[in-house]
């Protein structure tokens, strides 16, 4: 019971007492944002150990995201974004987008203060993930999307993201509900896409190392 309990509390991914029923997959977002108006949860399964999975993410080019393309460009009004990033991670930070630690090795987080419902976002940008959490300007809407790739079995991988948000007054909640009624299938669309990306980045990476080692 004693190897129970620490192994509980330390979130232990090896311990022999992690029944598959055991989720860790909203632990960070859990600690983040419990309280929240909108979520999206989306999963897929790559051919790929969960090393293999996170390495994918960070290299993730947006060339493997063609559609997501799409439709920030749809939503942009056909705007062209300042600056050429190459990576989702890249282009995620030119964003706005704050990476937040965890405590899971298999998982990647981040955060994102802003206006959505404006044509420039209206994007906070914070320095920390204490400046995230204490936040106190009401008028914007804070955002957390992680991608928890820890459930490994028969070769594959479970990758699961999900996005929580949470307005920070009744004005904001009100101005963000009407902006997520219009844009939340797309949204859903774009994450999609995104989670099929992470499989073509495994698969280019694979090839990639093929030829340096042919």
């Known amino acids: 019971m004693v190897r129970f309990a620490q192994d509980f509390d330390r979130g232990a991914f090896d ?4 029944a598959e ?4 997959a909203t632990r960070t977002l859990d600690e983040l944002m419990p309280r929240f108006e909108q979520r999206i949860v989306q999963k897929t399964t790559v051919p790929a150990s969960p090393e293999e999975v996170g390495a994918a993410i960070k290299s993730m080019e947006l060339a493997d995201i063609p559609f997501a393309k799409i439709l920030v460009w749809i939503r942009n009004l056909g705007r062209r974004s300042n600056g050429h990033p190459i990576t989702f991670q890249q282009a995620a930070a030119a964003f706005g987008v704050r990476p937040v630690p965890t405590k899971q090795s298999h998982e990647v987080v981040g955060a994102l203060i802003g206006q959505f419902w404006k044509i420039d976002y209206g994007i906070r940008l914070v320095r920390s993930l204490e400046d995230f959490q204490t ?3 009401s008028g914007y809407t804070k955002a957390v999307t992680n991608f928890w790739f820890d459930d490994y079995r ?8 999900e996005t929580r948000i949470h307005s920070l007054d009744v ?3 009100r101005r963000f509900h009407r ?4 844009v939340s299938p797309g949204v859903r669309l774009y994450m999609g896409s995104v989670l099929r ?3 073509r980045s495994t698969f ?3 090839r990639e190392h093929h030829v340096l080692t042919a």
């Not at 311990?15 to 992690?18: I, K, T, W």
């Not at 902006?179 to 219009?182: A, D, K, Q, T, V």
């Open 21 to 24: 029923s055991i989720s860790l």
């Open 171 to 173: 004005k904001s909640r």
């Open 204 to 206: 280019r990476r694979r």
């Open 135 to 137: 936040f106190p300007d």
């Open 15 to 18: 311990s022999p007492y992690r």
């Open 197 to 199: 990306a992470i499989a």
């Open 179 to 182: 902006y997520w009624s219009i």
């Open 154 to 161: 028969h070769g594959k991988t479970v990758v699961r993201t």
